[in-house]
């Protein structure tokens, strides 16, 4: 089973960027979808952005298209969440978990395993 770990939240005005970084503990990144997901605390969890394990395809959610960049380093085995233009709503928790279905909607990302990692709290706020 694949065990991520997230980094790079923290607190960030609105309108600021914020980088956040995913990595395997102990196994090569290269041949897994990858996805960002984040949760606010009494809803539910919801896809942010997914990437193949080529990294040729991308989705995003509506409310981050266009604002937020999803890449994959394999060399260095690590997958990346790109957020600008942050907004007070992106406040969440925010986890990246793998192998994520990829359809071709250009939006969704589902994670069917449901094991999570402990997230990284991204707050936006002046």
């Known amino acids: 089973q694949l065990q991520l770990v997230e980094s790079g939240g923290g607190l960030v005005q609105p309108g600021g960027s914020l980088r956040l970084s995913c990595v395997p503990s102990g196994v090569p990144l290269d041949y897994y979808n990858i996805g960002w997901f984040r949760q606010v605390p009494g809803k539910e969890r919801e896809g942010v952005s997914c990437i193949t394990s080529s990294g040729g395809r991308t989705n995003y959610a509506e409310s981050v298209e266009g604002r937020f960049t999803i890449s994959r380093d394999n060399a260095k085995n690590t997958v990346y969440l790109q957020m600008n233009s942050l907004k007070p709503e992106d406040t969440a928790i925010y986890y990246c978990?793998?192998?994520?279905?990829?359809?071709?909607?250009?939006?969704?990302?589902?994670?069917?395993?449901?094991?999570w990692g402990k997230g990284t709290l991204v707050t936006v706020s002046s």
């Open positions: 978990a793998g192998p994520t279905i990829i359809p071709r909607d250009g939006r969704s990302c589902l994670y069917t395993m449901d094991s």
